[in-house]
């Protein structure tokens, strides 16, 4: 499967105060293109005003090329000046002026929904990013509730509502995109290292809740496919083992001073067997009978059981979908 990703950042602008946008997109993308260990993951296309005039024209151009008859996995993201108009919001470009800002928001949604391409995933730090997705004839008299169309696969992650700023330079990166990418180095990943939108948006909206700020996700789409890999808590191979350790979802597994390497009794088999227990107890997967340190419990011939979150990922092995 192909991946394609288009990276904007414009900091300098004709007739708009200038942004830091150029850093947020640069190290985008070099995230996005490779995961953890080096695989690739999206094939980038940075568009910057680093390196040329990020105009309406240009940017149309590219766009367009973005989503040219691509039937796999797409990624838009954006950051710069935004702002709301009465026909909806629009992206402003290097060659923005106050009345005629740069692209309408609306025309990305209408290449998303229109595209032949398994998922696109549409990321905006701007202000009034949240208008994305929201045509205005689908939107009632002013204080209604918005309204979204999505066609199914599309993903919109946006770093305000349609009626909020947003906020700039954090370690020197607009806010949203900071976190966007602490979540995707690792903060929103899953045992399985797997860095979701809906993980991401999750993780940015916690740190953004007291704020005035907003973070919006929007989304028609019938898989959490992985934005991102993260070296995983616990290989796949790993957690297929969890069957073998415990028959059923609620089994206890029985341990003794046998599983510890430090004690004459010490049997190998037993002190591998407590080393991937281990590893499960780090990523919260099993808990010991008791609460008791999974050391003690071991000297004491405790037991220990799948959490929650473990038994989630008992009945992925159970079902083969590990």
């Not at 996005?32 to 910057?48: E, F, H, K, W």
Request: glycine fraction near 8%; proline fraction near 5%; include cysteine.
């Amino acid at each position: 499967m192909a991946r394609r990703a288009l990276l904007v950042g414009i900091n300098s602008y004709d007739n708009i105060s200038p942004l830091g946008c150029v850093l947020d997109a640069t190290k985008m993308k070099e995230l996005l293109a490779r995961n953890y260990d080096g695989s690739p993951n999206y094939d980038c296309r940075l568009l910057t005003t680093n390196a040329e005039r990020v105009t309406r024209a240009r940017l149309r151009e590219v766009r367009g090329q973005l989503f040219d008859n691509f039937t796999d996995d797409i990624l838009f993201y954006f950051s710069g000046h935004g702002t709301p108009t009465a026909t909806g919001g629009f992206v402003c470009t290097q060659d923005a002026t106050t009345h005629d800002p740069g692209l309408p928001m609306d025309e990305i949604l209408l290449l998303a929904n229109r595209s032949r391409a398994r998922e696109v995933l549409l990321i905006l730090d701007c202000c009034f990013a949240g208008s994305l997705g929201n045509p205005p004839n689908l939107q009632g008299p002013a204080g209604s509730e918005n309204q979204a169309q999505l066609r199914e696969g599309v993903t919109i992650l946006a770093a305000s509502r349609p009626s909020q700023v947003s906020r700039e330079e954090t370690g020197g990166h607009g806010i949203f995109t900071w976190l966007v990418l602490n979540a995707l180095q690792g903060g929103a990943a899953d045992v399985r290292g797997r860095v979701s939108t809906a993980a991401t948006y999750a993780y940015v909206e916690q740190v953004l809740g007291g704020w005035d700020q907003r973070p919006m996700y929007k989304s028609h789409a019938d898989r959490l496919s992985p934005v991102r890999l993260r070296k995983p808590a616990v290989t796949d191979a790993l957690l297929r083992e969890l069957t073998g350790y415990f028959p059923t979802v609620v089994s206890r597994y029985q341990l003794d001073p046998t599983y510890e390497a430090s004690t004459s009794s010490a049997v190998p088999e037993h002190v591998t067997i407590y080393d991937k227990l281990t590893q499960y107890r780090d990523a919260r997967l099993l808990k010991t009978v008791g609460g008791n340190h999974l050391y003690y419990t071991v000297m004491a011939s405790g037991a220990v059981e799948l959490t929650e979150l473990g038994q989630l990922y008992w009945l992925l092995a159970k079902e083969g979908r590990l």
